[in-house]
């Protein structure tokens, strides 16, 4: 078994990949949006766009994502982030998630997401 971090900072790594020979996982740390004066759909937009540059630095996609924790600052945004959510998971690959009202660490985050996919071993 070998463990990486990736894009580590003093408190956390943006991702950890953990390869077990035949697969690996992959834990991508609570992303949060770049720009968090935007609304819950614009910071929803943003952070599965940086989900999916992420995924991609290790071959894998969202198809291979097997568990998804959402935290809503607030849950009376949970009908406008599960039609972006709606639009960006793919038919047939969803993963197991929940959904979280939490008090994120910014009062202008809506939104983080934390998730896990497993993929094949290093190409």
């Not at 990949?17 to 609570?30: I, K, N, P, Q």
């Not at 759909?41 to 994502?65: F, N, P, S, V, W």
Request: charged residues 20%; hydrophobic residues 45%.
């Amino acid at each position: 078994m070998n463990i990486i971090r990736h894009e580590m900072g003093p408190r956390f790594s943006e991702m950890v990949t953990v390869d077990l020979g035949a697969a690996r996982l992959l834990y991508l740390s609570g992303q949060v949006a770049e720009n968090p004066s935007l609304d819950i759909t614009g910071q929803m937009r943003e952070i599965l766009h940086h989900i999916d540059d992420m995924l991609a630095t290790q071959g894998a996609t969202k198809k291979d994502l097997v568990s998804v924790t959402i935290y809503l600052r607030t849950v009376g945004d949970y009908a406008a982030m599960n039609s972006v959510w709606d639009e960006w998971v793919p038919a047939g690959h969803t993963p197991a998630r929940a959904t979280v009202g939490a008090k994120l660490i910014d009062s202008e985050y809506r939104v983080e997401i934390q998730a896990t996919a497993a993929v094949g071993p290093v190409p």
